[in-house]
């Protein structure tokens, strides 16, 4: 731990003054030519940032009808058919076309290599081919969706996707498919970038623990996708030509579908998740300017994390009808993936400790992060619970749960890292009050938004209904009012970001005082990334190092 | 305002008791947890707020004994919910050997029951309080699920197979009963309740209903598809005594033993192929599609009531099903007296 350290961190940006580069990456090229093919790894992670971005706010959408819906008992605003094609939008769009792609393809692939020192990811071609596929297989959702719809809820669950199902399955699964390969080909590129192009010095554990998170993330993206892939295929083998795999009539097990279907999708939770923590975890030692406290243990959480993510699909399935000793011991596994996700909050609340706490944007967005992370980690113990789980599973305290997992942690991470990078991606600061506004909107509405849901949960209210009893409506009309509060802050970020794209102050290479290789270099960034290739002697983090001496 | 804002559900069964109680301590504990990182958090973000640019901090980079006690003094608490957690789950999926068993099937978009007795009900399951009862529940076409909030009882409801669960009510009244596996389009149609009655109340609105036994049901079916004709269990039959044979163990013929349960009867009538007892050919003909869901029921009912010497004489005359078996039943004298016109006109007809 306490190795030799030679060269020091030099706090502030006071010892290299303030200066825009004359060729950066924004401005060396114009025109769209210039971006369709560009294989700049931060091009690409802006291309990214668009099409996801977008994605976010046609998602949004879809929820907001559902929210208004909700607001009467009986469900006035649209019909039976509708909500169920809307609830299903809501959910494809969300998960596989914006909190799967969200903070590696932006934030990952902008990144990653100013991290490691590199001049690019391993494989730059490819790196756009992954947009070109990913956006092709959202175009291909989206026009599925928009044409007709589908009404089998973002899991497709059997025989009901292949056998009753009256909407556009078929082309919704091949815009997923598709997508996954973008998956696979960015989680590839990124492991071997990690792997052979590293600057000289950056061992694996003088590594950011971003990367770490990224590289955790990537390896579920690679291992689990293909499943994923292949239960598509088979649905739609089933659904076209009738050939029997999972339907009981033609010979089939429906629980089959749920297991191959599980067994992605429990990881790729965590493939939201990771890298989020990742984003956090460079947030907090920056503003509390410490050293993260327990480095291995952080790092090693993320790989657990990822190991432990494959053992636990058939919490999914509690009631659905397995065998009491596999329901047993799939409980049991889940218990032992909430322990390194424990291992990082305790780290993050203890870095603090002695720190000199900044609350900037960043930082907020990262405390929100931690509080509303927790609260669905915690509810996450509750569901691992057998005797608990039978009662809320399929229920509004599911939906309240992940989407404290998914909204409050992976979203509330991703806005901490893009207001985190914002400066370094674009060379402009944004409006302090309004980001900072920004962040306690969103807390708030989240929090109106889903504390009821929990309650809802509780009393019985299943998900994906339409309409429900009476006495349902004052919780649902709350979490409706919140919703309407997370919806302003959403948007908002949206306006004063674009704005400080023209009427930002200059941010500099450090606006924040970070360590990290990718703030010792411009803002924006030269094409190029670094002019020479650094060279790193230092653990991350090495916050409390001073000119003089000083070791804690 | 906030007095009608509803915060916990009816507490009706055994279960229900149960489940509240590990909620209430998974709520405490956890509640623990979080409060005490948001103080902590709120106490390290505002007792070591950056006062001045220039701030230093010592250099902290961890302390491994404490980084050990927080990975896994955590395990500790989750063996306790964990096992708690399946205790109640363990004994959910075991019924009591003496609970009356109403059958449910789930169709999109309304939920069929049928009562041991034969009463038969949709979209409403009428129980005594105070007494355990078991469901055994299937699906006609996509998964459902039976979900009695009041009860803290889940189970979904899957085609090709029968499900168990069971509850033991301890308050009369009205309780919701939700479809909460997404099923199509009236998903949120498919509601009804569960009416738990006292005793006496209960008795008389079984005897207002009474349509004769489902074994009794089951045993006119039993005739009227003729499987009488090989499970006849007298000395020519060319099928399996039925007697007293639900729950035994069968041998079957390539080596494996199984437990005759309603699984097991369900997939002979639907499969006779796939599991065939020992000592005896595969025959009989798959009665898919000749039997729906509720009438299988019903044969499981006859079956499962079969007491040694009591197998049926076949007496009434019933007309053979469509795409029944040809063989003539045994032990009748005389086959049909189908005339054929065309004879050739040289030929004698007598004999």
Same mark, same amino acid.
């Given at each position: 731990m306490s190795s030799t350290i030679t060269t020091r961190f030099v706090p502030q940006a006071k010892a290299r003054p303030p200066r825009a580069p004359e060729v950066n990456y924004l401005n060396v090229a114009y025109g769209v030519k210039s971006w369709l093919l560009t294989t700049d790894h931060k091009r690409i992670a802006i291309l990214y940032l668009f099409t996801v971005t977008l994605m976010f706010f046609l998602g949004g959408a879809a929820a907001t009808v559902i929210r208004l819906n909700l607001m009467t008992p009986t469900g006035e605003l649209v019909t039976a058919d509708t909500y169920n094609k809307l609830f299903s939008a809501h959910g494809i769009i969300m998960v596989w076309f914006f909190l799967v792609p969200v903070v590696p393809t932006v934030l990952g692939n902008f990144l990653l290599p100013l991290m490691i020192g590199a001049r690019d990811l391993a494989f730059p071609k490819l790196n756009l081919l992954s947009w070109y596929i990913f956006t092709i297989g959202a175009v291909i959702t989206l026009w599925a969706i928009l044409a007709g719809g589908v009404d089998t809820g973002w899991t497709f669950y059997t025989p009901f996707s292949t056998r009753s199902a009256r909407t556009n399955v078929i082309p919704t699964i091949i815009g997923i498919f598709i997508s996954g390969f973008s998956s696979i080909l960015t989680g590839l590129n990124f492991i071997v970038t990690m792997h052979r192009m590293r600057a000289p010095g950056l061992t694996w554990f003088r590594m950011p623990l971003f990367l770490w998170a990224i590289y955790a993330g990537s390896i579920i993206l690679v291992l689990a996708t293909p499943v994923l892939a292949v239960a598509l295929i088979l649905i739609g083998v089933e659904r076209a030509w009738g050939i029997g795999i999972f339907d009981p009539e033609l010979g089939g097990d429906p629980l089959l579908f749920q297991h191959l279907f599980w067994f992605y999708s429990h990881p790729v939770v965590y493939i939201m998740i990771l890298p989020a923590m990742g984003v956090v975890t460079e947030i907090i030692p920056c503003f509390a300017r410490k050293n993260i406290y327990g480095y291995e243990f952080v790092a090693a959480s993320s790989v657990g994390i990822a190991v432990l993510s /494959? /053992?636990?699909?058939?919490h999914h399935m509690f009631v659905a009808g397995q065998s009491v000793y596999s329901a047993m011991i799939f409980s049991a596994l889940s218990y032992l993936v909430a322990v390194p996700s424990g291992v990082k909050v305790f780290s993050w609340t203890a870095t603090l400790y002695k720190g000199s706490v900044s609350l900037r944007t960043p930082m907020l967005f990262a405390v929100g992060f931690i509080a509303l992370f927790t609260m669905g980690g915690l509810t996450g113990l509750m569901l691992a619970a057998l005797g608990v789980d039978m009662h809320v599973h399929d229920t509004y305290f599911i939906i309240a749960h992940f989407h404290f997992i998914m909204v409050g942690g992976a979203v509330m991470g991703y806005m901490g890292g893009l207001h985190f990078w914002w400066p370094k991606m674009t060379g402009r600061m944004y409006s302090e009050f309004l980001s900072k506004l920004a962040a306690l909107i969103i807390f708030v509405g989240f929090m109106l938004t889903f504390l009821p849901q929990f309650v809802l949960g509780y009393l019985g209210m299943p998900r994906r209904y339409h309409v429900y009893p009476p006495e349902f409506q004052i919780l649902n009309v709350m979490s409706s009012a919140g919703a309407s509060i997370l919806a302003v802050g959403y948007v908002l970020p949206l306006f004063y970001l674009i704005w400080s794209l023209y009427g930002g102050k200059p941010a500099g290479p450090n606006p924040w005082g970070a360590t990290g290789l990718e703030w010792q270099t411009p803002s924006p960034p030269p094409p190029h990334n670094f002019d020479e290739t650094p060279i790193v002697t230092t653990a991350p983090y090495e916050y409390s190092l001073e000119e003089t001496d000083g070791v804690g | 305002m906030f007095a009608e804002v509803p915060l916990f559900p009816e507490q009706a069964s055994t279960t229900a008791e149960r489940v509240d109680a590990l909620f209430f301590f998974l709520c405490a504990v956890t509640g623990i947890m979080a409060v005490s990182i948001a103080l902590l958090l709120l106490y390290f973000a505002v007792k070591y707020r950056r006062r001045a640019e220039d701030d230093r901090t010592p250099r902290i980079l961890g302390n491994k004994r404490l980084e050990w006690f927080w990975t896994i003094s955590p395990m500790f608490v989750f063996l306790i919910m964990f096992l708690w957690g399946a205790s109640i789950y363990t004994s959910v999926a075991q019924p009591p050997p003496d609970a009356p068993e109403v059958f449910v099937i789930g169709k999109q978009w309304m939920w069929k029951i049928q009562h041991p007795d034969g009463q038969r009900e949709i979209n409403d399951l009428h129980i005594p309080v105070g007494r355990p009862v078991k469901l055994t529940l299937t699906s006609e076409d996509v998964i459902h699920d039976f979900f009695v909030p009041a009860f803290r009882t889940k189970i979904d409801v899957v085609p090709g197979r029968y499900v168990h669960t069971w509850f033991h009510p301890t308050k009369t009244g009205r309780f919701h009963l939700f479809c909460s596996q997404y099923c199509g389009t009236s998903h949120a149609n498919m509601v009804g309740s569960v009416v738990v009655m006292e005793r006496a109340e209960y008795a008389e609105w079984l005897d207002s209903h009474a349509e004769g036994s489902l074994a009794l049901q089951g045993r006119k079916l039993f005739l009227k598809l003729q499987c009488i004709t090989c499970h006849s269990a007298n000395s020519q039959a060319r099928a399996p005594v039925l007697e007293d044979l639900y729950g035994r163990t069968v041998n079957l013929r390539d080596g494996r033993t199984v437990v005759a349960d309603n699984g097991y009867l369900r997939e002979s009538i639907l499969y006779p192929e796939a599991k065939v007892v020992q000592g005896w050919e595969s025959i009989m003909p798959t009665f898919k599609g000749q039997v729906n869901e509720e009438e299988l029921i019903r044969l499981l009912a006859f079956i499962k009531s079969l007491k040694p010497g009591r197998t049926p004489v076949r007496t009434e005359d019933f007309p053979p099903p469509l795409g029944a078996p040809e063989t003539p039943p045994g032990g009748n004298p005389k086959p049909p007296q189908a005339v054929p016109t065309n004879r050739p006109e040289g030929k004698s007809n007598r004999s």
């Open positions: /494959f /053992f636990v699909w058939a | -």
